[in-house]
């Protein structure tokens, strides 16, 4: 059994995750579960998986914890705060982690988890997106193995396999447009919170499934490409896909494309990141193309989705400012999920902080001035926010 430890337990890919190591009992085990927040459901976790070690993240949960877990014959370790989530990533003989802590929160225990020689399995985007000047080089000193366990990049991963070097030549990852697609522009004004949170095709965490809605989440997922597979961002495209069957294509120097299908179901890409290079036989529901139907393409609508454009020009620019993209995003996101700010907002103010950090970025950041740039992003969202309240406008160039 190949032993894995799970950041993130409790959420969607915390949990689809445990669901692959309950239907495989003989193929993995659990060492380590960490969390955030939510103790009773880490507790019934821990009952049922039997780690060596657990924790969870708010320290003032850690109490609570204990008491769903008072009649347990053998506990296992447990732990509390950033420390003891880190010391879950990096402890024991687990052979890989799943990063599956949502945000730059996932930053840091990956890292120790990188350190302690662990292979990752990485669900966590900021990991690369904001600390990629720091774990691109951990990564080659300490001889980890880094495998997708998103959906696209996964799909890529997977259809590079037997591609020889310098054969690709561009990356199409494929969106399926989020809550907003089929809404004309002129209504985005009026969106709710609700209409965001109303993803087509995918069951997803409240953050990301609004990333899915302003197409941040792919924006995102350009940058991280551009770090795991090498290529320019002007060969990195992306385009609306509403049937989310085709998950992410590569386009080889020869013009020939290959593409990855399957269902919506991230227990594919989570399965390969844990299994590979082996293939693993499962009873999950089989493609079927004529169920599938149509399969259909467009390319994004850039006033609709102006955070897109915002990510490629954050990769491009380098350095820190995919960190403060990124922690932008989150804090933006995070007011509008309050329903502090309105939908159009989030693009608004994440331009605003890029824009005014421009002077200041640094292109080889270390690992103290990303966790700063981050920190000073949030903040400033935050400020900028507070004019919105006051009834203020904030202008966007797109």
Request: charged fraction near 20%.
């Amino acid at each position: 059994m190949k032993p894995i430890s799970l950041l993130g337990s409790t959420g969607s890919i915390g949990t689809q995750t445990l669901d692959i190591v309950k239907q495989y009992p003989d193929k993995f085990r659990i060492v380590g579960l960490a969390t955030g927040r939510n103790a009773k459901m880490l507790a019934e976790q821990i009952r049922e998986f039997q780690p060596e070690i657990a924790a969870i993240c708010d320290e003032e949960k850690l109490s609570e914890l204990k008491e769903y877990l008072a009649n347990l014959d053998r506990l296992p370790i447990l732990l509390a705060g950033e420390a003891g989530v880190a010391e879950v990533a990096r402890y024991g003989d687990a052979e890989s982690v799943v990063t599956g802590i949502v945000g730059c929160a996932g930053l840091l225990p990956t890292i120790a988890a990188i350190e302690a020689g662990k292979n990752i399995a990485l669900a966590n985007k900021e990991t690369l997106i904001a600390g990629a000047p720091v774990v691109l080089p951990l990564l080659e000193k300490y001889q980890v193995k880094l495998f997708p366990a998103d959906s696209e990049h996964s799909a890529i991963f997977q259809c590079l396999q037997g591609v020889p070097a310098n054969g690709l030549r561009r990356i199409i990852l494929t969106a399926s447009g989020g809550a907003f697609r089929d809404l004309p522009v002129e209504k985005l004004p009026s969106v709710t919170v609700k209409d965001a949170l109303k993803h087509p095709n995918w069951s997803m965490g409240r953050k990301i499934t609004v990333d899915s809605a302003t197409l941040m989440n792919k924006g995102l997922e350009v940058i991280e490409a551009h770090f795991l597979f090498g290529l320019d961002y002007d060969d990195i495209d992306i385009v609306i896909h509403p049937q989310s069957i085709i998950h992410s294509l590569i386009e080889l120097q020869d013009t020939s494309v290959l593409a990855q299908l399957g269902w919506p179901d991230m227990r594919l890409p989570l399965l390969y990141s844990l299994s590979y290079p082996e293939r693993i036989y499962t009873n999950w529901e089989q493609l079927d193309l004529v169920k599938a139907g149509s399969l259909t393409f467009k390319e994004p609508d850039h006033q609709k989705y102006p955070c897109m454009q915002l990510a490629y020009a954050a990769g491009r620019a380098g350095g820190a400012m995919p960190a403060v993209l990124n922690a932008a995003n989150e804090q933006a996101v995070a007011l509008f999920l309050e329903e502090k700010i309105g939908y159009l907002d989030i693009a608004c103010l994440i331009e605003l902080v890029c824009d005014r950090f421009t002077a200041d970025n640094n292109l080889t950041p270390s690992l103290a001035e990303i966790m700063a740039a981050d920190r000073w992003a949030r903040n400033e969202v935050l400020v900028a926010s507070k004019k919105l309240v006051q009834g203020d406008k904030l202008i966007s160039t797109f």
